[in-house]
């Protein structure tokens, strides 16, 4: 995946500097940690070769250093690797009342260290109909209203704290005001 979920998050711009986490990230990482070299214009309208060996400070920003976003990235080279086999399955599951959510819950937090150990990237969500209606509002069809957390859990929690996880996800829905989506992103390693 290169590039981002709004129509005007380009792959140069928003969504390296965004940090970059794709499902792809377990198999050789974030998209920005490829970026060998920016070419951007400055506050100042002068045009600079970025790269960590120039003008590194400026790459440390611009490759997610910092927070904000620095300059006007006119183009990037990045490392590049050979397409893998991907295999995609989507599951679309609701469970009708709270046990069962719990069940399914528990389940996937215990199932995620096993699709790590296969080298396998996990997205789950409960229901994308459910996301798609109450992410995207007909006026703004190029993005989101919705309020988004980002967390990146490390693999010893998933394998060694597995019952504080799922109390998580738990908390995280009983404290939903509208319905809850989940997504779950799981990067190996």
Not at 138 to 144: E, F, I, Q, R
Request: neutral net charge.
């Amino acid at each position: 995946q290169f590039g981002g979920s709004c129509n005007p998050v380009g792959g140069t711009g928003g969504f390296l500097q965004g940090g970059s986490h794709s499902l792809l990230s377990s198999w050789k990482g974030l998209g920005v940690d490829q970026v060998l070299e920016y070419d951007v214009v400055t506050e100042d309208g002068q045009r600079k070769i970025v790269s960590p060996c120039q003008n590194s400070d400026l790459f440390y920003a611009l490759s997610g250093g910092v927070g904000g976003t620095y300059d006007v990235v006119v183009s990037v080279v990045l490392r590049i690797f050979r397409s893998p086999h991907i295999i995609g399955t989507l599951l679309s599951i609701e469970a009708s009342n709270e046990t069962l959510y719990v069940t399914l819950i528990r389940d996937l937090v215990r199932f995620l260290p096993k699709l790590a150990d296969g080298d396998w990237t996990t997205a789950f969500i409960p229901s994308f109909y459910k996301a798609y209606k109450l992410a995207l509002t007909p006026s703004d069809p190029t993005g989101y209203n919705m309020l988004l957390g980002s967390s990146l859990i490390p693999d010893t929690v998933v394998r060694n704290r597995q019952n504080d996880l799922i109390q998580l996800f738990l908390q995280m829905k009983r404290l939903s005001v509208r319905a809850t989506s989940l997504l779950i992103n799981h990067v190996a390693g």
